[in-house]
């Protein structure tokens, strides 16, 4: 996984101190990879232990893992090929952060009410998850209508979660729900493919997978094994633990 994509699957662990770090090695990746951590310290205004500390909450081993790994991306010099599933499926593993899937059910466990939604391909993934919460004994909902899902939200409350599915995050019905349930304070967990959106910046829990967007002869062709994988994830860790 690349340095920025780290930032950002992590991005809920770090402060303010880690920020400025982080912008200096984006600014200056090329300079970053030949510093000492004692002499970055210094320049930061730091103490070397802060960006060991970082280097750790990113997944890296330390300080030296993290120098070399920013290396490797700058001699490979390329972007990774992004149309095989292989690929997306891999990337999708490197996502599966252990603490935010624990987040995420203990959430939807706690709740009175769950209430998942999304629409088109991705809508058949909600029912799923429901009837996986069956198993394990919590009742959840699912509705494809627009005006039950609605009046759904507005009956919710601080003690309830809607879960939303958009693989875009930019999808306007499911961005509708979004703004009704922020209104109410209702907590959100999304789950969307990695990358800045609208939906992910509403959601109190973000999921993410990696499947981007494909089209071919004007049908959207996009790989949606990402989602089931995440999913899985999830009920496996409810399962296992409820």
Known sequence: MRFEERVRKYEYKLNDTDDQIIDYILNNKQAFVHRSIQSLA???YTVPNTITRLSKKLGYEGFSHLKNAIRDEIEANAAPQENSTYFCIQKTFELLDP??????AKMIHDA???LFFAVGDTAPFCELMVRNLRVSG??????IHRHEVIHAIEQMTTHDVLFLISLTGETKQVLEMAKIAQEKRVPI??????????????????????????VKNGYNITDRTPVMIVLQALSQYYWDHY
């Open 112 to 114: 009175k009410r769950v």
């Open 189 to 214: 967990v999304s789950l969307t493919h990695f990358h800045a959106n609208s939906l992910q910046m509403m959601a109190a829990v973000r999921l993410y997978c990696y499947a981007p967007k494909k």
């Open 99 to 104: 603490e935010v899937i624990e987040i995420a």
């Open 138 to 143: 919590k009742a959840a909902e699912f509705s």
């Open 42 to 44: 210094a320049e930061l």
